[in-house]
């Protein structure tokens, strides 16, 4: 059986120059019972982009695709298709300059259920957005049965979590979306969340998100996810909604 797996895009960008991101600007933990492995997108594999950012495409290393995340003892834990990430420190499309991180991603587990943290980068403004700004945040999943035994997506007691002002660990916590979720035979299953769009009480310099979630054994799962800061209500929150269309689950052929 042919798996064929549209894409993993991560992409962030940031209000105003002299922001700042975090390297890696994505990492993609993944564990099993056998060991763990990472695969991360880092900045110096990045190219520039006109608007004075930066663009790493998976189609740019097209015979690393799908790669293999494997144990030191050379387990496949799990695998990546394809990973696209962007990092622009400047809206220069708009009037207002936002902040805005996304995630997209697709994998596959490997012979075991695999417990997947995907950390997007940390991204500090280089000046706070406020002191009301609007934020908007999304989660989406969707799975794909590969063997006909039933898939599940599972953790909890959600899936992704969003921080404002400071990292994952450090940062104030804007919401948590999206929830475990199950499918029966070759079943396609999904399910997404959004916070819908907050003005939020306080200024923000900075801003990252977490999803944790476990995959059952040779199954395929893709996710969205997306932060979107904004000075005043603007055309970025439209750009957030447009990207949840891309992720998609693997179809077989």
């Given at each position: 059986m042919k798996t064929q797996i549209s894409s993993i895009a991560a992409c962030v960008l940031a209000a105003g120059a002299g922001a700042q991101?975090?390297?890696?600007?994505?990492?993609?933990?993944?564990?099993?019972?056998?060991?763990?492995?990472?695969?991360?997108?880092?900045?110096?594999?990045?190219?520039?982009?006109?608007?004075?950012?930066?663009t790493y495409s998976s189609a740019a290393f097209g015979p690393l695709f799908p790669q293999d995340i494997t144990d030191?003892?050379?387990?496949?834990?799990?695998?990546?298709?394809?990973?696209?990430?962007?990092?622009?420190?400047?809206?220069?499309?708009t009037s207002n300059g936002d902040g805005l991180a996304v995630v997209n991603f697709v994998m596959s587990a490997g012979e075991l259920d695999t417990t997947v943290e995907v950390l997007s980068t940390f991204v500090t403004l280089p000046s706070a957005f406020g002191p009301t700004p609007t934020v908007l945040a999304n989660a989406a999943y969707t799975a794909s049965d590969d063997n006909g035994d039933g898939v599940t997506v599972s953790g909890g007691p959600t899936l992704t979590d969003f921080f404002v002002n400071g990292d994952t660990s450090t940062g104030t916590l804007f919401d948590s979306l999206a929830t475990g979720f199950t499918g029966g035979s070759f079943a396609s299953p999904s399910t997404s969340e959004s916070s819908g769009a907050v003005i939020l009480g306080q200024a923000v310099d900075s801003f990252q998100f977490t999803s944790n979630f476990s995959i059952s054994a040779t199954d395929e799962v893709s996710g969205n996810f997306s932060i979107s800061v904004n000075s005043i209500p603007s055309p970025a929150t439209a750009v957030v909604l447009a990207?949840?269309?891309?992720?998609?689950?693997?179809?077989?052929?």
């Open positions: 991101f975090s390297d890696p600007i994505v990492t993609i933990n993944v564990s099993n019972a056998l060991g763990t492995g990472t695969f991360t997108a880092d900045l110096a594999q990045a190219f520039p982009l006109p608007n004075g950012g930066l030191g003892g050379g387990n496949v834990i799990a695998t990546i298709n394809a990973v696209n990430v962007v990092a622009v420190d400047d809206d220069i499309t990207f949840g269309g891309f992720a998609a689950a693997g179809r077989r052929r």
